[in-house]
């Protein structure tokens, strides 16, 4: 297809990880409710989750191969260039045949290439930063930009164009049910925790470490079961492979037969699964989670309000400790070292934090004050904004 069409052409790219992927998907999803003739179509590798969750969106894709920038001196940073001149070259045939107005990026091995293409065709470049640190080639698009929206303040990006705080795009089950908990948020909380199978009445502390779980947090609390469990309810998201841990320890703390599935009344208190698909049940049924501080789940959690414990992944630069800072520093969390999150430290601070309801509910305002539920359309309207002024000019 030739840009000769007067509906937009829009070209999303990035992926590799969830983290990426959808995000990029809320987009185009929002672009696609906004302007159903746009003709929207999404670059990425046969590798990442997007080779399967972009064709599962309804989205047409196109495929390029890796190339990460090399980080250290070895035999693959005489290749990179050759490499890097084939996938581009290859990005640009697709952005062509596009006929793309505009190039979005999430960052990501597809993300470099394509902001580089977009820049040698005369491309406008939208960018979307969901990390506290922006990534290799989000600082690389930034050079080129026209928009640039981020989830964070202070991500380290430098531009010419609009850097503006506009929030991370919420995946749709996310996106339903922060607008249930704004229409009414006792019903919203009472119901999620109904559907799941749990006491209303009783608190509910949720526990997860994303899909691969955390074996510090599994740790820790299934450590100080027996202490929880006289107060509240535990939903324990444990991650693939990590429950039987859980369950040992659980047993060994509370006692046995304490400890059950997810998703359907009984006496236990102690509800543990690997995964659930509808984490969104789980977090609006939550009156405290306890968490990594990835920057997809800090903004889900801060878009539903709930109050949190954030115990950050411990490698790397500290991102997840940037990422779960300022909204520790607006009220809406804790934020706790991975040395010092222990049974001790839960058996001794989380029984007082849920007790407090008053100061419970606090933090959990504090959360949805510093969320931001509209970062979806947010990102829409600027990227049809700018296709737009770009149609006009070519007629």
């Given at each position: 297809?030739?840009?000769?069409?007067t509906?937009?052409?829009?070209?999303?790219?990035g992926?590799?990880?969830?983290?990426?992927?959808?995000?990029?998907?809320?987009?185009?999803?929002?672009?696609?409710?906004?302007?159903?003739?746009?003709?929207?179509?999404?670059?990425?590798?046969?590798?990442?989750?997007?080779?399967?969750?972009?064709?599962?969106?309804?989205?047409?894709?196109?495929t390029?191969?890796?190339?990460?920038?090399?980080?250290?001196?070895n035999?693959?940073?005489f290749?990179?260039?050759?490499?890097?001149?084939r996938e581009?070259?290859?990005?640009?045939?697709?952005?062509?045949?596009?006929?793309?107005?505009?190039?979005?990026?999430?960052?990501?091995?597809?993300a470099?290439?394509?902001?580089?293409?977009?820049?040698?065709?005369?491309?406008?470049?939208?960018?979307?930063?969901?990390?506290?640190?922006?990534?290799?080639?989000?600082?690389?698009?930034?050079?080129w930009?026209?928009?640039?929206?981020?989830?964070?303040?202070?991500?380290?990006?430098?531009?010419?164009?609009?850097?503006e705080?506009?929030?991370?795009?919420?995946?749709?089950?996310?996106?339903?049910?922060?607008?249930?908990?704004?229409?009414?948020?006792?019903?919203?909380?009472?119901?999620?925790?109904?559907?799941?199978?749990?006491?209303?009445?009783?608190?509910?502390?949720?526990?997860?470490?994303?899909?691969?779980?955390?074996?510090?947090?599994?740790?820790?609390?299934?450590?100080?079961?027996?202490?929880?469990l006289e107060?509240?309810?535990?939903?324990?998201?444990?991650?693939?492979?990590?429950?039987?841990?859980?369950?040992?320890?659980v047993?060994?703390?509370?006692?046995?037969?304490?400890?059950?599935?997810?998703?359907?009344?009984?006496?236990?208190?102690?509800?543990?699964?690997?995964?659930?698909?509808?984490?969104?049940?789980?977090?609006?049924?939550?009156?405290?989670?306890?968490?990594?501080?990835?920057?997809?789940?800090?903004?889900?959690i801060?878009?539903?309000g709930?109050p949190?414990?954030?115990?950050?992944?411990?490698?790397?630069?500290?991102?997840?400790?940037?990422?779960?800072?300022?909204?520790?520093?607006?009220?809406?969390?804790?934020?706790?070292?991975?040395?010092?999150?222990?049974?001790?430290?839960?058996?001794?601070?989380?029984?007082?934090?849920?007790?407090?309801?008053?100061?419970l509910?606090?933090?959990?305002?504090?959360?949805w004050?510093?969320?931001?539920?509209?970062?979806?359309?947010?990102?829409?309207?600027?990227?049809?904004?700018?296709a737009?002024a770009?149609?006009?000019?070519?007629?």
């Open positions: 297809m030739t840009g000769t069409s509906a937009p052409g829009i070209v999303l790219a992926g590799g990880t969830a983290g990426h992927v959808n995000p990029m998907l809320s987009i185009a999803s929002a672009i696609r409710d906004m302007r159903p003739e746009a003709r929207i179509s999404i670059i990425g590798t046969a590798v990442g989750l997007e080779a399967d969750l972009v064709p599962a969106a309804g989205f047409e894709m196109d390029i191969d890796k190339v990460p920038f090399p980080r250290k001196p035999g693959y940073m290749r990179f260039p050759g490499l890097w001149r581009t070259a290859k990005v640009r045939g697709i952005l062509a045949q596009r006929g793309a107005d505009v190039v979005v990026g999430v960052g990501g091995y597809a470099a290439p394509a902001y580089y293409a977009a820049h040698k065709a005369g491309l406008p470049v939208v960018i979307h930063e969901q990390n506290a640190r922006a990534g290799m080639a989000n600082k690389l698009g930034a050079r930009a026209t928009y640039i929206g981020t989830v964070y303040e202070g991500t380290g990006l430098s531009s010419k164009a609009p850097i705080r506009v929030g991370l795009p919420l995946r749709a089950p996310i996106a339903a049910m922060a607008a249930s908990l704004e229409k009414n948020r006792d019903t919203a909380h009472t119901s999620a925790k109904i559907r799941l199978g749990l006491d209303p009445l009783l608190p509910v502390v949720l526990v997860t470490g994303g899909s691969l779980g955390a074996q510090s947090l599994n740790a820790a609390v299934s450590g100080a079961s027996k202490t929880l107060f509240a309810q535990v939903v324990h998201l444990t991650g693939k492979g990590k429950i039987a841990d859980v369950r040992a320890a047993d060994a703390s509370a006692g046995p037969g304490n400890i059950t599935g997810l998703g359907s009344t009984s006496d236990e208190r102690y509800h543990a699964v690997e995964y659930w698909e509808r984490v969104d049940l789980a977090f609006a049924a939550a009156d405290l989670v306890i968490c990594r501080s990835g920057a997809g789940t800090v903004a889900e801060t878009a539903l709930v949190a414990v954030y115990v950050p992944l411990p490698i790397g630069n500290g991102e997840q400790r940037f990422n779960a800072r300022p909204v520790v520093d607006a009220g809406g969390g804790l934020l706790v070292d991975d040395a010092d999150f222990t049974a001790d430290w839960v058996r001794a601070n989380v029984p007082a934090l849920v007790h407090d309801r008053h100061a509910r606090a933090m959990g305002d504090a959360a004050s510093y969320g931001i539920r509209d970062a979806a359309q947010t990102m829409a309207r600027h990227v049809l904004d700018i737009d770009r149609v006009a000019r070519r007629g």
